[in-house]
C-alpha cells in the first residue's frame, strides 16, 4: 500500500518539526514538505499534490481559514485542521468544518505545545481517515451557501406543503406512541448535521438526540453555530434536562449520552465511563440506552464517519420496540464507514443522500 502523503502548515518552525516527527514515526505516513503559513501552503499543495494537509488556523500572511476556502475552491485536498481551545479557536474551528476541512485535532496546550506527542495516536489516526475523504464532496460542500433564518422564513408555506405530500405518500409507521430521532456521526459530520438540521421544521414532532464525535468544549461551539442557522433549537446537552420536541441536542465531547426516565418525562444522563471503541461520546451507547425506553417509536440516523459505531446500537434498538433506520448514501458521505456498517446489519429501511435525511425524517415523525 502507498504510503499517505502529507504536507504540514503552521507559522511555528518548532511545530512544523514536531508535527513531522510525529506523523513519520507512522510508517503509513510520508511527510513530503513544509508550509509556514496559507500562501506559502497553496503553492506547495499545487507543485507537490499531497493526500493530507495538516493545516494550523491562527497563521499570518494568510490565516487557516482563508487558505482553507481557497484550497477548496483552487486545489480540493483533504484537510485536517490544528486549533487551539480558546474560544476563537474553536469558533474558528467550526467554521473550517463547515468549509470543507476533514476534521481536525485540538492541540493541548496552545499555538506552541510541547506536548503533542500526548495526541500522536489521534493525530495519525485522523490523517489516514482524511485519506480516505470523498475530496470532490468536501468541494462540493464548501461552494453552498448557508441558508440564515429569516431566508427560511421565504420556503417555510411552499416546505409545508412538501412535508405534507411526504407524509400522505408514507404510510404511518406506529401509530399512539411518541417518535424520537437519534443521529450518529463522525467524520464529515458537522457539515452533515447542518444539511440535516437546517432542512427540519422548528414544530417537529420529536426531540432530537446527537453523538457527533468530538473532543471536549467543541461540541459546544458547534452546536451554537448550527442553532444561528436552524429553524429547530440546537444545543449542547447537559446532565438532568428534560428533553423536548423540536430541539436538537448534541453530545458534549468527552461524556456518553444516555438517557432516563423521569416520571413521564426524558431526561438527559451523561457519564464519563469508560470508552466504546474508541469514543466518549459513542454512537452505540446513546442507542442502546434509548432502545431501553419502551413506549417510544425511534428513528436512527447514521451518517458520514470512519469506523463502525452505531451498527451494534442498532440491533439493539431494533429488538426493543418499532424502529425506521436511515442511513447516508455513499455518494455524500465525506468517510462511507459508519453507514456502510449501519448497512451490513440489514437492519436500514432507507439509504438517502444527505440533502434528502430531512425529509426522511419528517416523513417517520
Same mark, same amino acid.
Given at each position: 500500500m502507498d504510503k499517505v502523503k502529507v504536507l504540514i502548515v503552521d507559522d511555528s518552525a518548532f511545530m512544523r518539526k514536531l508535527i513531522s516527527? +510525529?506523523?513519520?514515526?507512522?510508517?503509513? =505516513?510520508? =511527510? =513530503?514538505? *513544509?508550509?509556514?503559513?496559507?500562501?506559502? @501552503? +497553496?503553492?506547495? =499543495?499545487?507543485?507537490?499534490?499531497?493526500?493530507?494537509? *495538516?493545516?494550523?488556523?491562527?497563521?499570518?500572511?494568510?490565516?487557516?481559514?482563508? @487558505?482553507?476556502?481557497?484550497?477548496?475552491?483552487?486545489?480540493? *485536498? @483533504?484537510?485536517?485542521? +490544528?486549533?487551539? *481551545?480558546?474560544?476563537?479557536? &474553536?469558533?474558528?474551528?467550526?467554521? @473550517?468544518? #463547515?468549509?470543507?476541512?476533514?476534521?481536525?485535532i485540538a492541540k493541548p496546550s496552545g499555538a506552541i505545545s510541547l506536548d503533542m506527542y500526548k495526541i500522536k495516536e489521534e493525530l495519525c489516526e485522523k490523517v489516514m481517515a482524511a485519506s480516505f475523504a470523498n475530496v470532490h464532496k468536501l468541494q462540493n460542500n464548501a461552494r453552498n451557501v448557508e441558508r440564515s433564518p429569516l431566508e427560511w422564513k421565504k420556503y417555510s408555506k411552499i416546505e409545508a406543503k412538501e412535508n405534507n405530500i411526504i407524509e400522505k405518500n408514507i404510510n404511518h409507521w406506529f401509530h399512539g406512541n411518541k417518535k424520537i430521532v437519534v443521529i450518529g456521526t463522525s467524520t464529515g459530520g458537522p457539515r452533515a448535521l447542518q444539511t440535516v438540521l437546517t432542512g427540519l421544521p422548528g414544530n417537529l414532532d420529536a426531540p432530537i438526540l446527537i453523538v457527533q464525535h468530538m473532543p471536549p468544549s467543541f461540541t459546544k461551539s458547534l452546536a451554537d453555530r448550527l442553532n444561528s442557522l436552524c429553524r429547530i433549537q440546537v444545543k449542547e446537552a447537559e446532565d438532568g434536562e428534560l428533553i423536548q420536541k423540536g430541539i436538537a441536542y448534541i453530545a458534549p465531547?468527552?461524556? #456518553?449520552? &444516555?438517557? &432516563?426516565?423521569i416520571g413521564k418525562s426524558l431526561a438527559v444522563e451523561l457519564d464519563q465511563s469508560e470508552l466504546r471503541n474508541g469514543h466518549r461520546p459513542s454512537v452505540d451507547v446513546l442507542f442502546e440506552s434509548v432502545s431501553e425506553i419502551s413506549d417510544l417509536a425511534k428513528i436512527a440516523v447514521v451518517m458520514t464517519g470512519m469506523g463502525m459505531d452505531g451498527s451494534s446500537g442498532l440491533a439493539k434498538l431494533k429488538a426493543n420496540g418499532p424502529l425506521k433506520a436511515i442511513a447516508e448514501s455513499q455518494e455524500t458521505s465525506i468517510v462511507f464507514g459508519m453507514p456502510k456498517a449501519a448497512i451490513a446489519t440489514n437492519l436500514i429501511d432507507s439509504i438517502e443522500d444527505v440533502d434528502k435525511i430531512a425529509k426522511a425524517i419528517i416523513g417517520y415523525c
Open positions: 516527527e +510525529l506523523l513519520s514515526e507512522d510508517n503509513r =505516513i510520508e =511527510i =513530503i514538505g *513544509t508550509a509556514r503559513n496559507g500562501k506559502d @501552503a +497553496l503553492m506547495k =499543495i499545487k507543485s507537490l499534490n499531497p493526500d493530507v494537509v *495538516t493545516l494550523d488556523v491562527e497563521m499570518p500572511v494568510m490565516d487557516g481559514l482563508e @487558505a482553507l476556502n481557497r484550497i477548496m475552491e483552487e486545489c480540493p *485536498t @483533504a484537510v485536517v485542521m +490544528l486549533s487551539s *481551545t480558546t474560544k476563537k479557536g &474553536k469558533d474558528n474551528t467550526c467554521i @473550517a468544518m #463547515h468549509s470543507g476541512a476533514v476534521d481536525f465531547g468527552g461524556y #456518553h449520552f &444516555k438517557v &432516563k426516565q
